[in-house]
């Protein structure tokens, strides 16, 4: 299983970003696909996730800023960020949940395969 994770960069704030994260090795359909983000020395937080059913969750910081969709042909999700803040700024990873058809899985231990990251730097 491979999850392939691409798009960060540097943006200024205000700008937008649109991170996407190649799946491989799986059966995307069985899988929800979760978005969290770290800043160093700091937890893993989570951001999104798109359940298998195709429902969204976000966390409270997002407030309408991001947008998760999945493109099931492609075994592709996205996450579409606006209105980025330099607190924003964090390696990004994209991750796989076995979980059931309507869930919305929130920790770390809920998801199985993890992509490598992909960095989002957010300048004021």
């Known amino acids: 299983v491979q999850l392939q994770a691409s798009g960060g960069g540097l943006v200024q704030a205000g700008g937008s970003l649109r991170l996407s994260c190649a799946a491989s090795?799986?059966?995307?359909?069985?899988?929800?696909m979760g978005w969290f983000r770290q800043v160093t020395g700091l937890e893993r937080e989570f951001v999104a996730v798109?359940?298998?059913?195709?429902?969204?969750s976000y966390a409270d910081f997002v407030n309408g800023r991001f947008t998760t969709s999945r493109d099931s042909p492609k075994n592709t999700v996205y996450l579409q960020m606006n209105s980025l803040k330099p607190e924003d700024t964090a390696v990004y990873y994209c991750?796989?949940?076995?979980?059931?058809?309507?869930?919305?899985?929130?920790?770390?231990?809920?998801?199985?395969?993890w992509g490598q990251g992909t960095l989002v730097t957010v300048s004021s």
């Open positions: 991750a796989a949940s076995s979980s059931r058809w309507y869930s919305f899985p929130r920790l770390l231990s809920d998801y199985k395969y």
């Open positions: 090795g799986l059966t995307f359909g069985s899988y929800a």
């Open positions: 798109i359940s298998r059913s195709g429902g969204k």
